[in-house]
């Protein structure tokens, strides 16, 4: 089994900056593609970022120049750093990563959620 932790959400102002942190554990080869996701009230969950070997980094347009998604393979953990935050960043933010299991098997699995909130 596979576990993602989820760190650093929280309340922010408008203009200001977090940092949020995914951490995978349990028994696995190895991790591909690390991404967030986010999911504000009565909409659905859109990609915000991802970070994947060797294709590089992508971005949802909506956060471009302000957000940036790192990783740290060593610890199997990845970051969405988060600057000039909007009131329309507020959502729950979910990590998700795709795992390569022992035995070859590939399965996708996401984190629980971290509420950030903007406030203007």
């Known amino acids: 089994q596979v576990q993602l932790v989820e760190s650093g959400g929280g309340l922010v102002q408008a203009g200001g900056s977090l940092k949020l942190s995914c951490a995978a554990s349990g028994s696995f080869s190895s991790i591909n593609a690390m991404a967030w996701y986010r999911q504000a009230p009565g909409k659905q969950r859109e990609l915000v970022a991802v970070i994947a070997s060797p294709v590089g980094t992508n971005y949802a347009t909506s956060v471009k120049g302000r957000f940036t998604i790192s990783r740290d393979n060593a610890k199997n953990t990845w970051f969405l750093q988060m600057s000039s935050l909007k009131p329309e960043d507020s959502a729950v933010y979910y990590c998700?990563?795709?795992?390569?299991?022992?035995?070859?098997?590939?399965?996708?699995?996401w984190g629980q959620g971290t509420q950030v909130t903007v406030s203007s």
């Open positions: 998700n990563a795709e795992v390569f299991l022992f035995g070859g098997r590939v399965s996708v699995y």
